[in-house]
């Protein structure tokens, strides 16, 4: 019996969808997510970094960092507070929100609806940010702080990804780990 990599199996996988889709099951084969699929969209998007100044070098990959309660799923960008902090992509800026750990906090959807950027720690939001407004890349947002859980004398963005399921939550979704996006920045 032949043997076929990981590529053939992703090869079948999609041409099993695409007789799924014909035959009328979509919707049902739609749930079904490639193997890196998020990560496939994020390597996709056109981003920016987005606390000002911070080259791609500097970033750590905190992703898988133990926290309390699990992993990080999400990277900590380092930066003096009130550094500027900017969209990381197009999109549409759907929840500003306060929370015990994450303090302000800025939930983005990419234009798609396919990933959420979450920005969290924020020292203050930048000009008059509203739920539903258009975010473009690079657009200033806020500014980096030590709200919520962040230690005070630690002043940094808890930036995180996550593909968003069906019903598109901006509270829900698969984490992705943003660094291997990021680090490639020029």
């Not at 990381?88 to 234009?111: C, E, M, N």
């Not at 969290?120 to 709200?147: C, F, K, N, Q």
Request: net charge positive; proline share 8%.
């Amino acid at each position: 019996m032949a043997r076929i990599g990981t590529r053939g199996v992703v090869a079948c996988a999609r041409c099993l969808l695409g007789v799924a889709w014909g035959l009328g099951l979509g919707a049902a084969c739609a749930q079904v997510a490639m193997p890196d699929d998020g990560a496939a969209l994020l390597a996709a998007r056109p981003l920016v970094m987005p606390v000002a100044g911070v080259p791609a070098q500097a970033l750590q990959d905190t992703f898988n960092d133990g926290r309390a309660g699990g992993a990080h799923e999400a990277i900590d960008i380092p930066a003096p507070r009130g550094t500027p902090v900017h969209a990381v992509d197009d999109g549409t800026l759907v929840k500003l929100f306060t929370s015990v750990p994450g303090g302000l906090t800025i939930y983005q959807f990419d234009p798609a609806g396919q990933l959420a950027y979450y920005y969290a720690h924020l020292d203050r939001y930048a000009g008059p940010l509203r739920e539903g407004m258009a975010l473009r890349r690079g657009d200033l947002i806020g500014y980096v702080g030590t709200t919520g859980n962040a230690p005070a004398n630690a002043p940094h963005l808890h930036f995180a990804v996550f593909r968003l399921g069906a019903d598109r939550h901006w509270w829900q979704g698969t984490a992705i780990n943003p660094y291997p996006a990021l680090r490639r920045l020029p």
